[in-house]
């Protein structure tokens, strides 16, 4: 996908219409600064913006995509093969697809279990619902993302999984255990030995080199001084970062530091590792390997992931999406096996669907 041509498109319709670019992000209430980006091609659109943007600029997702107007008999006929052309160049390969032989268990395992677990918080004009009768199934092996709009209750539910917070109602079972119930003084021993975690900033320390932050979470776990640099040196290959271990982190790229993090995280063996938001600060090629990672990590390893993410590519390599609003789940979208090309075009396909019930669904 060109985003040097679907930038220019963006501002060509813009301009056709007679708005500034502060009128475009007014419009869609966002920043000058990202209508700016995508001008530019420096980034897309998100997700939930994708709709409204369409039909503010009075296109179609399809001439979105291919960056240009496509003629109305043409769209018709072909406007499923040319959506799933403009996919395909984006996502490039499937290097996110079934699983195989000798991999992880095939009968699924549940490691996560949320039951009908609900938050209020206590303001002074009352209480604040922010989680309602939320429930689902992770199980081992798993790669599954959380979608929602800004307050959709999304990094609550994080929180709440990563004993950070606890449920008002409900339990928690992680391999069995209630987490929910965790003490709060055990909560921070909890999450070093049974979470892994990957953030947006990565939240690595920079007067530590590479290496050092890979094996600090170790070094907290009191493992061996020389079984902590066997399991560092093994991760550090497998997530092709061997060659910075001895460099600091600022010294390293963006996707390079979040590789770090990623490493940081599977090398502590956790049940789950949650992920908030790991590619926001990525460029999409660091992205794409960073998710490529992740998948090879559950496929391979039977590791088990909890992604937040906007980012419809990011989504697009889980194995099922849950869609946030309003403190609840609205929908659900598992990919059954299919190619990431065909399930992103089934999540955008759900926000099509789902736009005349709900618009802010995404």
Same mark, same amino acid.
């Given at each position: 996908?060109?985003?040097i041509?679907? *930038?220019a498109?963006?501002?060509?319709?813009?301009?056709?219409?007679g708005?500034?670019? $502060?009128?475009?992000?007014?419009?869609? %209430?966002?920043? &000058?600064?990202?209508?700016?980006?995508?001008?530019t091609?420096?980034?897309m659109p998100?997700?939930?913006?994708?709709?409204?943007l !369409?039909?503010?600029?009075?296109?179609t997702?399809?001439?979105?995509?291919? *960056?240009?107007?496509?003629? @109305?008999?043409?769209?018709?006929?072909?406007?499923d093969?040319i959506?799933? /052309? =403009?996919?395909?160049n984006w996502? %490039?390969?499937?290097?996110c697809?079934?699983?195989?032989?000798?991999?992880a268990?095939?009968?699924? =395992?549940p490691?996560?279990?949320?039951?009908?677990i609900?938050?209020? #918080?206590?303001?002074?004009s009352?209480?604040?619902?922010a989680l309602?009768?939320?429930?689902?199934?992770?199980?081992r092996g798993?790669?599954?993302?959380i979608?929602?709009?800004?307050?959709?209750g999304? +990094? $609550?539910?994080?929180?709440?999984?990563? +004993?950070i &917070?606890?449920?008002s =109602?409900?339990?928690i079972?992680?391999?069995g255990?209630?987490?929910?119930?965790?003490?709060?003084?055990d909560?921070? &021993?909890?999450?070093?030995?049974?979470?892994?975690f990957?953030?947006q900033e #990565?939240?690595?320390?920079?007067?530590?080199?590479? #290496?050092e932050?890979i094996?600090?979470?170790? +070094?907290?776990? /009191?493992?061996?001084?020389?079984?902590?640099?066997?399991?560092v040196?093994? $991760?550090?290959?497998?997530?092709?970062?061997?060659?910075i271990?001895?460099?600091f982190? #600022?010294?390293?790229?963006? *996707?390079?530091?979040?590789r770090c993090? !990623?490493?940081?995280?599977?090398?502590?063996?956790?049940?789950?590792i949650l992920?908030?938001?790991?590619?926001?600060?990525?460029?999409?090629?660091?992205?794409?390997?960073?998710?490529d990672?992740?998948?090879?990590? !559950?496929?391979?390893?039977?590791?088990?992931?909890?992604?937040?993410?906007? &980012?419809?590519?990011?989504?697009? !390599?889980?194995?099922?999406?849950?869609?946030?609003?309003?403190?609840?789940i609205?929908?659900?979208?598992?990919?059954?096996?299919?190619d990431k090309q065909?399930?992103?075009?089934d999540?955008?396909?759900?926000?099509?669907?789902t @736009?005349?019930?709900?618009?802010?669904?995404?």
């Open positions: 996908m060109d985003q041509k679907i *930038g498109f963006i501002s060509q319709r813009r301009k056709e219409k708005w500034t670019q $502060t009128r475009l992000a007014e419009e869609l %209430g966002i920043t &000058d600064k990202a209508v700016s980006k995508w001008e091609g420096r980034s998100d997700l939930s913006l994708l709709s409204p !369409c039909t503010l600029l009075e296109i997702l399809n001439e979105l995509f291919a *960056g240009e107007r496509i003629p @109305e008999p043409f769209l018709k006929k072909k406007a093969e959506l799933m /052309e =403009v996919i395909t996502l %490039g390969v499937d290097r697809g079934k699983r195989e032989e000798g991999g268990p095939s009968v699924p =395992v490691v996560l279990e949320v039951q009908n609900s938050k209020v #918080y206590q303001s002074d009352g209480p604040v619902p309602n009768d939320v429930s689902f199934q992770i199980h798993s790669f599954v993302g979608m929602g709009a800004s307050g959709s999304k +990094t $609550t539910l994080l929180n709440l999984i990563a +004993t &917070d606890k449920p =109602v409900g339990a079972w992680l391999n255990k209630n987490i929910a119930d965790i003490p709060e003084e909560r921070a &021993d909890f999450r070093r030995g049974h979470l892994g990957v953030f #990565y939240n690595l320390l920079d007067t530590l080199t590479i #290496y932050n094996a600090l979470a170790l +070094t907290i776990k /009191e493992i061996p001084r020389e079984t902590v640099e066997k399991i040196l093994d $991760t550090a290959e497998r997530l092709n970062i061997s060659s271990l001895d460099q982190p #600022y010294e390293v790229s963006g *996707g390079q530091r979040q993090a !990623c490493a940081r995280a599977i090398a502590v063996n956790p049940d789950i992920a908030d938001e790991p590619t926001g600060a990525l460029d999409s090629h660091a992205a794409r390997q960073l998710l990672t992740f998948s090879t990590l !559950c496929r391979e390893d039977g590791a088990t992931i909890l992604m937040v993410t906007h &980012d419809v590519m990011a989504a697009s !390599c889980c194995d099922r999406i849950l869609f946030m609003q309003d403190g609840e609205k929908a659900a979208l598992d990919r059954n096996g299919e065909v399930f992103f075009a999540i955008l396909k759900k926000l099509q669907q @736009e005349g019930e709900n618009r802010d669904l995404f």
